[in-house]
């Protein structure tokens, strides 16, 4: 059974192989494997947003800002250490944006 295959087989791809062609896509594979591969180990984030935290006796500031950093998805959350470098890297374009997260964010949700 198995030699009828590899019979078949053979009769079915011997004119492939006096293909140039054929034979240059056969070495293609390897590099084109090696490329998937380092595509893959990048980063996979669509868009990276910075944001930063106001400093607040308020715990919900802080929480949301966990939170972000938590997240894994398409969106990739950085923290930054002040409102000048969120807006310096939003305008430099190594951000995609930014969120100003203010210190009284439970009294504005309240209202």
Do not use: N
Request: proline share 3%.
């Amino acid at each position: 059974m198995m030699r009828k295959l590899g019979v078949w087989y053979w009769l079915l791809t011997k004119r492939l192989f006096k293909k140039w062609s054929f034979w240059l896509l056969l070495l293609a594979v390897p590099l084109l494997v090696l490329g998937m591969r380092g595509i893959a180990a990048q980063k996979a984030s669509v868009l990276t947003m910075v944001f930063f935290a106001e400093p607040s006796e308020d715990g919900l500031g802080a929480e949301i800002a966990r939170q972000l950093e938590a997240s894994d998805g398409l969106i990739c959350y950085e923290r930054c250490t002040s409102e000048e470098q969120l807006r310096d890297r939003v305008a430099y374009g190594k951000a995609d944006g930014g969120y100003v997260i203010p210190a009284e964010l439970s009294a504005l949700v309240r209202e």
